[in-house]
Each structure stands twice: as structure tokens, then as C-alpha cells.
């Protein structure tokens, strides 16, 4: 596959994922090239003309979409980006996709259908959004604000997503799988905010809201309108219930167990991300 030396292409490379992935490919002295931009190339979504000089030379890619793989318009973005990888060279593509999403899905159709020798990771939700996205606010504020309901989520480790994708970059045993991924076990809200208080030292407690009132008060927070209705959407179809069951998609890549939120939540404490003021992360 890849023939290794050439440059791996990871978008959203400084992001929560391709930031990990980056670092794992820099570990093993591959040749990494970030595709954000803040990436050298430049590489932005909204504009098609940073698309080919980012792809030069690159033989597989990395492609976790933003600001998220369900809203409208990424289905056509993501397909246009990857029939052009795939004519220029780069037809190893590992695609983050987000499992329980329509929308996902198509777009894992769209890239599986240029031909591409495709990787897919349907991955639940991360638990570093409680110490690296939005819900980090929450944990420090002391209240979990969200329209979860007591539906439980298997959250996911994203070292242990950055591990598989590394391995799907690295070895072809992995194209043309799909490998869908979740921690060991399925939470609550209410179960994540006591493991958070017992690794933080704060007292974390979850508050059940509607979707309106979630609504409100992100654009309380100023919170863009886009992101508001992305929420929204994500809540209202994404954490119903339909996507509470465990996978067995790390053990199948890796041949290990997924790492579990007790040990991510004791990992991120220790990082001090969780001893800051709200204020102090706006
Ligand atoms: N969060 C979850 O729980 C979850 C679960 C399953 C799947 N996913 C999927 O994961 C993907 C990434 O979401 P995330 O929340 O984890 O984001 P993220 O990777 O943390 O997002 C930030 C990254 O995107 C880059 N970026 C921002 N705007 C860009 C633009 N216009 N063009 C190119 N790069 C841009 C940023 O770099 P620069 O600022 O330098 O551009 C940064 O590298 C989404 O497709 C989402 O559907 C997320």
C-alpha cells in the first residue's frame, strides 16, 4: 500500500483526533503533512483551490471532515475531496465517520465509491469532549447541562481511535474495513458525571434538559446558530438509544480491549484540565 515514504496526509491534524494520529506517525518516523489551516500547505474545506497542493506527493490520508461529518453540504464535500485524492495518488483513505449518523453513512458511501482503498472508523461518541470540546465547560461549571435524557453511551477513548487509525495508515490488513467503535461500556450521563467528580475532584453532576432549553442556553454562550442546530441534531437523533449496545471494533483492529472512562477520566485529571476555572478556557 503507502508506500511509506511519501507523505500521509492528516486532516484536521491539529484537531482531537488527528492531532494523536500525527504524533503516533511522527513516533515511527513517518512523513506526516497537517491538513488544516493552519497546515503548510494551507488546507481549508471552504476552499477547494488548498485541496491539491495539499494532496502532492501524498499517497493515503487521514480524513476527519469539520466541523462534523453530519451537517449538510459534507456529503458532496467529502466525495469531491476524495475522488480528487484518489486520481492524484492518495487512494488509501481512513475516514472518521460517526456511528448512528445517516448522514455518515452516505458519506462513507460517497468515499467508498471513487474507488478508494478505504478504512472506515464509525466511531460513538469521544470521551475527550468532556476535557478537550465543549462538555469541558461543563465539567467545570459542576453541571452537565444536556438533552441525554438517562440514555447510555458507550463513549470512546480517542488514543485507542488514533491507535487503530495509525494501524489502518500502516498496514494493509485493514482496507476495506469498517470498524465500529466504542469503550467498553455504556454510561449514562448521570454514571459519566460521578466517575468525572471521583477523578476531578469536583463535584460533577449531570442536569437532564430539554432540546430547546440546550438550545437557549448555547446561544446564551453566543454559541453559533450552526452549531447549535448540529447539536441539536446530534442529540436528538445520535443519543436516542439506538446507539447504547458496546462494539467489539477495537478489539477487531487491535487485537486489545478499548480503554474505559475510569482510565481516561484518571489520565485527563492528571493533565490538570480539569483544576481550571470555566473563565479561564473561554
Ligand atoms: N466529537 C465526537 O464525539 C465525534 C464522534 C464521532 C465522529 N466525530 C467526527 O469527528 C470529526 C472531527 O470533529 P472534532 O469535533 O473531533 O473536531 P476536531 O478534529 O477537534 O477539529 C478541529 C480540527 O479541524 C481543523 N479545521 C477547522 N476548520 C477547518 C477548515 N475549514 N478546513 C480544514 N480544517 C479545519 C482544525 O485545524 P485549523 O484550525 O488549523 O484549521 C483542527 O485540526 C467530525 O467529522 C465529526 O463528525 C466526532
Redesign the pocket.
Known amino acids: 500500500m503507502n508506500e511509506h515514504h511519501t507523505p500521509i496526509l492528516v486532516?484536521?491534524?491539529?484537531?482531537?483526533?488527528?492531532?494523536r494520529v500525527a504524533e503516533r506517525l511522527r513516533a515511527r518516523d513517518l512523513p506526516v503533512r497537517i491538513?488544516?489551516?493552519?497546515?503548510d500547505p494551507r488546507?481549508?474545506?471552504?476552499d477547494r483551490s488548498t485541496w491539491a497542493p495539499a494532496l502532492d506527493g501524498v499517497g493515503s490520508v487521514y480524513l476527519?471532515?469539520?466541523?462534523?461529518?453530519?451537517v449538510p453540504g459534507a456529503v458532496d464535500t467529502v466525495r469531491a475531496f476524495a475522488e480528487l485524492a484518489v486520481r492524484t495518488g492518495a487512494g488509501r483513505i481512513v475516514l472518521?465517520?460517526?456511528?448512528g449518523e445517516p448522514e455518515?453513512e452516505r458519506a462513507e458511501q460517497a468515499v467508498r465509491a471513487t474507488g478508494a482503498e478505504l478504512t472506515v472508523l464509525r466511531?460513538?461518541?469521544?470521551m475527550q469532549?468532556f476535557s478537550e470540546?465543549y462538555m469541558l465547560e461543563h465539567v467545570l461549571s459542576g453541571e452537565i447541562r444536556l438533552p441525554g435524557g438517562d440514555v447510555p453511551t458507550p463513549f470512546v477513548d480517542i488514543d485507542d481511535l488514533a491507535d487503530i487509525a495509525v494501524a489502518a495508515l500502516t498496514d494493509d490488513r485493514h482496507a476495506g474495513r469498517l470498524y465500529e467503535l466504542t469503550g467498553p461500556h455504556s454510561l449514562t450521563f448521570d454514571d459519566a458525571a460521578a466517575i468525572l467528580s471521583a477523578a476531578s475532584g469536583r463535584t460533577v453532576s449531570y442536569v437532564p434538559v430539554t432540546l430547546e432549553q440546550h438550545a437557549d442556553e448555547l446561544r446564551g454562550h453566543d454559541v453559533p446558530e450552526e452549531v447549535v442546530e448540529l447539536l441539536t441534531y446530534l442529540f436528538a437523533e445520535v443519543v436516542d438509544g439506538r446507539n447504547a449496545d458496546t462494539t467489539d471494533g477495537v478489539r477487531e483492529a487491535l487485537g486489545r480491549e478499548p480503554r474505559d472512562f475510569a482510565s481516561y477520566a484518571g489520565a485527563a485529571a492528571a493533565t490538570g484540565v480539569w483544576t481550571a476555572t470555566p473563565a479561564a478556557i473561554r
Do not use: V
Request: proline share 3%; aromatic share 16%.
Open positions: 486532516l484536521g491534524g491539529t484537531g482531537k483526533t488527528g492531532r491538513g488544516s489551516r493552519s497546515g488546507f481549508d474545506w471552504e476527519s471532515y469539520y466541523p462534523d461529518i453530519a472518521l465517520s460517526g456511528r455518515a466511531s460513538t461518541w469521544f469532549n470540546d
